[in-house]
DNA sequence: GCCAACGTTGGC
DNA sequence: GCCAACGTTGGC
């Protein structure tokens, strides 16, 4: 089994949604190593970290779980879509994404700057430089480390 | 709002 | 296949 960490904008979704309304699709991947993530390597079965971006306090806020195989992204197909990609061949889409389960939210975000203090996670990706990737992997190491971190309650 | 980083596009 | 231009991400 594999973890990973997966990026959304809570502005636009947030995991309150995705609890409210679970399991849900995580569309909207328009990046090519996203893609082959998600086709290719995640299981059913995967945990993910779901990381708030773009906001006052980008982090770590909960977990969620992968729960279905990959399927075309049906907004790549939607006109009325943010997302809709009219490059993309109906018979032969481009895009997929997974359906994803609520599993916990934590009491505080695991802040960016809390991460970057940690001396066993200076190589996680999410803390490399100019790395922009919305969906990555996180090792079982990082994984162990940020759950522990996430129950010294502040 | 700035801007560094980097993925994508498209002309050649 | 190269690579310049362009667009996007996302922290700050």
Redesign the pocket.
Known sequence: MNYWLM?S?PDCYSIDDLAANSPAMWEGC????VRNYFRDTMQVGDLAFFYN???DI?GIIGVMEIVSEAYPDPTQFDPSSNYFDE?SPKENPRWVLRDVSFREKFLRTIS??ELRTVPHLADMHVL???????VMPVTPDEWEIINQMSGIRA
Do not use: D, F
């Open positions: 990026k904008e328009r990046n090519y190593t971006s773009n906001c980008p490059k960016l700057a490399r430089k100019g790395q922009r990737l919305s």
